[in-house]
């Protein structure tokens, strides 16, 4: 920090607090996807998924995204503690990584809530 001076902390914690908007924003777009409270957020925000937070961080850790940490444990106190997630994104997070994160949420997301294929019928 000390390197960084006065300035550039100012210019890190802005572009923190910019790629995190982004990031939520994005993540919202996606169905069953909100924001656990509505209050401004700085640096991190809780969300509320319509799957299984845990599930939803293994598939995201297997593309080698780190998408947040759950809340059940921390916060058992919580309504539907076991679909929230903390997230947030640094200023090393670029559009194309909130890109992939929202993607394959959305991927996740699909394949938990949506009803498996009817089996087909035999053809003789």
């Keep these: 920090l ?3 001076g ?6 890190v914690a802005v572009s923190c607090h910019t790629q995190t908007r ?5 993540l919202c777009e996606l169905p069953g996807v909100t924001p656990l409270f509505n209050r401004p957020f700085f ?3 809780a969300l509320s998924l319509p799957i299984p ?5 293994r598939l995201l850790a297997a593309h080698r995204i780190l998408g947040g940490i759950p809340l059940a ?3 058992p106190e919580l309504a539907g503690g076991d ?11 670029s559009d194309e990584d909130i890109g992939q994160y929202q993607a394959h949420l959305a991927r996740a997301i699909a394949a938990q809530t949506q009803p498996p294929c009817a089996l ?3 053809i003789n």
């Design 43 to 45: 640096h991190e925000c």
């Design 6 to 11: 006065p300035e550039g902390l100012r210019r």
């Design 2 to 4: 000390a390197l960084l």
């Design 53 to 57: 937070a845990a599930a939803a961080l």
């Design 73 to 75: 444990g921390d916060f």
């Design 120 to 122: 087909r019928p035999k």
């Design 22 to 26: 982004i990031l939520v924003t994005a």
């Design 83 to 93: 679909q929230l997630i903390l997230t947030c994104a640094t200023e090393l997070r």
